[in-house]
């Protein structure tokens, strides 16, 4: 868990961005207390992520996709991916957990339910574990990361006891 918070420290020094460049990917701006979010692609397209947010953070996740991160208070978040080369912009996803760039799958939750996502798709599986008992998913979350063949390695705190417990999770079609 403390890894985890040292690398959103690390993120949120390093890794957040101010649409200052002609050329960044995300675009945030505000005009008459109404603020926007903007893909800007390649092409010169501009297709509009969200209206009225907070100021976002994005970072790339492969060199064509795009991850645009918002607050929705602590310790929430959502993030909307972005695919440059595609010119698509997914639907929001909450509490995000692991991305699978291989794949394309994004795993994410809320309350005792963990689910992985075709990212552009509605493809979904649902993962139920005996989480512990948190105000937030995320928080049970010590560690997630996919593996090559598209199973996702999770770590996470289990029962009221907040045993840490460590399982591969095949996805289920």
Request: aromatic share 12%; glycine share 4%.
């Given at each position: ?15 957040c961005?101010?649409?200052k460049?002609k050329?960044?990917?995300i675009?945030w ?27 976002p953070?994005w ?9 645009v ?6 310790p929430?978040s ?28 994004v ?8 689910l992985?996502?075709?990212?552009f ?46 399982d ?6």
């Amino acid at each position: 868990m403390i890894n985890r918070l040292l690398f959103l420290c690390f993120f949120v020094v390093t890794g957040c961005a101010e649409s200052k460049g002609k050329n960044d990917p995300i675009v945030w701006s505000c005009a008459k207390n109404e603020c926007r979010i903007y893909a800007q692609f390649p092409s010169g397209n501009k297709i509009k992520i969200i209206d009225n947010p907070d100021e976002p953070a994005w970072k790339y996740i492969s060199n064509d996709l795009v991850e645009v991160i918002l607050s929705c208070g602590s310790p929430c978040s959502y993030s909307i991916f972005v695919d440059m080369k595609q010119e698509q912009v997914s639907e929001p996803f909450f509490n995000v957990v692991a991305f699978d760039t291989i794949h394309t799958r994004v795993a994410f939750g809320n309350d005792s339910l963990l689910l992985i996502r075709d990212l552009f798709e509605d493809n979904v599986c649902e993962i139920r574990k005996e989480f512990s008992p948190v105000a937030n998913l995320s928080s049970a979350i010590e560690m997630a990361h996919f593996l090559e063949n598209g199973a996702l390695v999770l770590q996470y705190l289990s029962g009221p006891e907040f045993k840490t417990k460590t399982d591969t999770v095949k996805w289920c079609r």
